[in-house]
């Protein structure tokens, strides 16, 4: 059996000092990528093994990365998850993934838990709009993503451009000829659900030919889908029918589609339906749907780096430090 080396051998293979071998271990301190890349070639040639435990309780660094999501099940966040843990799995992270079901008190314990877990950072994808902090032992880099960061501390924020997404959304209804719009959301929709209304009516108001209606789903005991399907039983009903929708996520014009089909409304003929997100659903529904589609990759790579920049660098700062508007894109299909 192989013989574990000691840091004082590594750096000799290494031709670095003690001193640069353990900043390399800690990723702390300066030291050039050259450097850290052949570090770690000795490191992996010879199957060094660092004692993590000890290794955190003496750099108080774990090279862990907590992650909170309020939906493991949600296309969106799953896809945004899967890319986020893979950029920081290449920059030497590991991640540990907490699904609070939008549960206030999950949201705490897990705070707590991480805490304990001494992570470098924390990401969390929307859910909440208050994040109490108050619960953590000490100060830790935060970004939120698709969420307002409603906190004291250090944080960075990253959302696609909602306020366009919703103008773009409209402004297809409208090039299509709709003049009657429904703009459909949840009535606990999040901040960055509520800056998609925003921009869809913000651009219909600019036509004074085109009308619309607000209407927000409260059924908190329904689906995404269903609540589209329950909405779609009140479109019906109306005397002035209407014929173009925005609906503010994927999931909630699929159940709209459906739910005009079940009474014998043609989607597109009669209503043309835009959707938010681009979600795997999109192109096998039936119609295809047309949507708004978010950078996955891009908030991912914004997310991820702009983490580890403040991990790297404590300014010492309090409030928003930075923040990033990921360019959405619209993807016309044959719902609209």
């Known amino acids: 059996m192989k013989k574990s080396l000691s840091i004082k ?84 992270y590991s991640t540990i993934i907490c699904t609070t079901d939008k549960d ?10 991480l805490d304990a877990k001494l992570v470098d950072g924390l990401i969390c994808i929307s859910g ?5 902090l108050s619960v953590m032992s000490r100060r830790i880099p935060l970004v939120c993503i698709d969420r307002n960061p409603n906190v004291k501390g250090e944080v960075g924020f990253v959302q696609s451009d909602n306020l366009t997404g919703g103008t773009v959304a409209s402004q297809h209804l409208i090039s299509e000829g709709c ?28 036509h004074p030919n085109v009308n619309y209606q607000l209407l927000l789903s409260d059924r ?3 689906s995404n889908y269903a609540r589209g399907v329950d909405i779609a039983k009140e479109l019906v009903k109306q005397t002035q029918p209407v014929d173009g929708v925005f609906a503010t996520n994927d999931w909630l014009a699929w159940g709209i589609i459906q739910g005009l089909k079940d009474h014998g409304v043609h989607v597109p003929t009669q209503v043309k339906v835009v959707g938010y997100d681009n979600d795997d659903i999109c192109e096998i529904l039936q119609p295809s ?26 300014n010492g700062n309090d409030g928003v430090i930075e923040k990033k508007r990921v360019p959405v894109e619209l993807i016309v299909r044959d719902s609209a």
């Open 9 to 92: 051998e590594i750096a000799a293979l290494s031709g670095v000092s003690v001193a640069t071998v353990s900043r390399v271990l800690n990723d702390n301190g300066r030291f050039s990528e050259e450097t850290r890349q052949k570090v770690l070639k000795v490191i992996k040639e010879n199957n060094y093994q660092v004692n993590s435990i000890a290794q955190t309780l003496r750099s108080q660094r774990s090279t862990t990365i907590g992650m909170i999501v309020p939906d493991i099940k949600n296309g969106f966040f799953a896809n945004l998850i899967n890319q986020i843990e893979a950029t920081l799995f290449t920059r030497g």
């Open 104 to 113: 206030s008190a999950k949201e705490t314990a897990y705070l707590k838990a």
């Open 128 to 132: 909440q709009e208050y994040l109490d």
């Open 179 to 206: 003049q009657q719009i429904a703009i459909v959301s949840k009535s606990d929709g999040p901040s960055s659900i509520q800056k998609r209304v925003e921009g869809a009516v913000n651009e219909i108001n600019q």
């Open 220 to 222: 908190k005991d329904l």
């Open 289 to 314: 749907l047309t949507t708004i589609s978010q950078n996955i990759p891009e908030l991912a790579e914004e997310a991820a780096n702009l983490l580890l920049k403040m991990i790297h660098i404590d």
